[in-house]
């Protein structure tokens, strides 16, 4: 094939080549035809384009204005609802702490009124315990005392049975002799 840039002289050209020429420049033609109406129809696509994209980037614009409002909004809520839990923490630690306060004050007095108490009953038992301490201790020298006595009278007892034992016989002969007459 003959290349259509190139300038062929005329007298060269045969018909297949006049026929390949005029085919392929009706169809450059037909190109360039189609070529401006598809050129038209971009730049009214284009511009279509273009015009939606502005919409879609000014509605972005809106929806991300909007979503920055509602973010602070929402930021703003939660530091009201922090401060108000923060408040609220306060005030329930406080309360606690009075509750903890009071009851350790309650349970000191009721300490201090059972430690009075334990010390009454243990000076009283220790009361009950010297006093009967002191009566057995008072017994016990009476029943020393009644021992002593009895001890004293036995060892008279004894002394007397010795002594009778011991002058039994001069008894005897005295009372003998004085009963002869």
């Not at 006049?18 to 450059?28: C, G, P």
């Not at 000014?58 to 409002?69: A, C």
């Not at 839990?85 to 309360?95: C, F």
């Amino acid at each position: 094939m003959i290349d259509l840039n190139k300038e062929i002289p005329y007298e060269n050209l045969t018909q297949k080549d006049i026929m390949q020429f005029l085919l392929h420049s009706t169809q450059h033609v037909a190109t360039r035809e189609e070529l401006s109406a598809v050129k038209t129809e971009l730049k009214q696509d284009m511009s279509k384009l273009e015009t939606s994209l502005k919409q879609d980037i000014s509605e972005v614009k809106q929806d991300m204005s909007k979503l920055k409002t509602s973010l602070k909004q929402d930021i703003s809520e939660v530091k009201q609802d922090m401060s108000k839990l923060e408040t609220s923490l306060k005030q329930d630690m406080s309360k606690l702490e009075t509750s903890l306060k009071q009851d350790m004050s309650k349970l000191e007095t009721s300490l201090k009124q059972d430690m009075s108490k334990l010390e009454t009953n243990l000076k009283q038992d220790m009361s009950k315990l010297e006093t009967n301490l002191k009566q057995d201790i008072s017994e016990v020298k009476n029943d020393i005392s009644k021992v002593n006595s009895k001890f004293d009278k036995l060892q008279w007892l004894i002394v007397a049975t010795l002594l009778t034992v011991v002058f039994k016989d001069y008894i005897i002969s005295v009372l003998i002799h004085t009963a002869t007459p």
